[in-house]
């Protein structure tokens, strides 16, 4: 709990100071170092787990996890909420992407205006309206982290928005 407090201060004084450098990742962070920070985290594969026989044994409540599990559920589907709107929906909002090399592979099969309706927007609205559900539930966790990290890692290539959570460690496929 000591080292979520140590990040969780700095983390938040530097992201309130430049609010125009927020993205749904910011605040994610800072959410999910505060949840740690309150819940049961210093148990089960933490530091003080390691050293204290104890906590490590201890119970980590169910809701616990759900608290977490939810928090990643929100940010992927408001992200998807907020892709319903008609330039999204229409096909107009990244209508250039599909150019990018990393769509070569679908261009070998449908057209460039096919690849960016289809694969651009309805890809990321459908996958940002399922993986919450994906990432949120067990037997349906390891698509929804296949999926998910697909997805980040092609986003860093294409886009210079920061971290970006493409590693396996970052979701929450332990929380159980």
């Known amino acids: 709990r000591l080292s979520c407090v140590a990040f969780l201060g700095p983390y938040w004084y530097v992201l309130l100071l430049d609010k125009s450098s927020w993205n749904n990742h910011s605040y994610l962070y800072g959410l999910m170092g505060t949840q740690l920070a309150l819940l049961g985290a210093d148990r089960y594969g933490s530091m003080d787990g390691l050293f204290r026989p ?35 929906v229409g096909g107009y909002s990244m209508n250039s992407l599909a150019r990018h090399w ?15 309706r289809l694969v651009v927007h309805g890809g990321g609205l459908v996958l940002d309206l399922s993986a919450g559900f994906l990432l949120f539930f067990d037997a349906s966790r390891p698509l929804g982290l296949l999926l998910t990290t697909y997805f980040h890692t092609m986003n860093s290539q294409l886009f210079s928005i920061g971290e970006t959570p493409q590693s396996p460690p970052k979701h929450p496929q332990n929380l159980r």
């Open 102 to 116: 990393l769509f070569a592979p679908f261009r070998l099969v449908l057209s460039e205006a096919l690849t960016s």
């Open 54 to 88: 104890q906590k490590r044994n201890a119970h980590v409540p169910l809701w616990n996890y759900a608290l977490l599990r939810a928090q990643i559920f929100i940010v992927y589907f408001i992200a998807g909420l907020k892709k319903l709107d008609a330039d999204w």
